[in-house]
């Protein structure tokens, strides 16, 4: 089977996320994508993540049945701070019977550069979406990196949280399930 990797702290998954790993799953060779949540990213601060596990259960209620998304938390197992290398050497381990592929964002490929071990994930097919100012493929030469025909997406998980704090309603942004787990919660309004 093809799984395609889509990693992200996912605080929280947002409408966005589910765009973009639904629209991959059905317009490539992958068979299914799995939204892995990452405990800490080693560019990002942890202490703006909510819990490993509430986040994952976002992603549950999020995708619901959707037989083409799965959430993974496989990370969760792993030595912290997450490194995408090592994930993919456990996956190979675990699950011999996968390919695996990884989905990101032109602004994560424009930094790969700084990821642990860069030049062994420059040899998996990378499926990229675009993001605002970074239209330029760092790796020409690399056939595996496919930039894909997909319309521009603004929205970030931080501009959720910071709304949510300011009291504005985020109802559009998020899936229903979400958004009313947030609510019913409180989360983010600190």
């Known amino acids: 089977m093809k799984i395609g990797l889509f990693f992200g702290s996912f605080n929280p998954v947002h409408n966005g996320h589910l765009i973009i790993a639904s629209y991959i799953s059905q317009t490539t060779d992958l068979d299914k ?3 892995v ?6 560019l990002k601060p942890k202490e703006t993540l909510l819990r490993d596990h509430d986040r994952l259960h976002l992603i549950n209620l999020a995708i619901e049945e959707n037989k083409h998304l799965k959430s993974s938390s496989i990370e969760f197992k ?5 490194y995408t290398i090592d994930t993919l050497t456990y996956l190979h381990e675990k699950y011999p019977q996968h390919q695996f592929s990884l989905i990101m ?3 994560n490929l424009v930094t790969l550069h700084k990821w642990k071990n860069f030049e062994k994930l420059l040899v998996y097919p990378i499926y990229v979406y675009k993001r605002r100012g970074f239209d330029e493929n760092p790796y ?3 056939p595996n990196i496919q930039f894909l025909d997909f319309p521009f997406l603004d929205i970030s998980a931080t501009f959720i949280r910071d709304s949510i704090r300011k009291g504005i309603s985020m109802q559009y942004f998020l899936p229903d399930a979400v958004w009313k787990y947030i609510q019913d919660t409180g989360w983010y309004k600190k």
């Open 140 to 142: 020409p030469e690399r």
């Open 33 to 35: 994508v799995w939204l």
């Open 78 to 82: 792993l030595p912290k701070p997450s």
């Open 37 to 42: 949540v990452s405990p800490q990213n080693p």
């Open 105 to 107: 964002g032109s602004d």
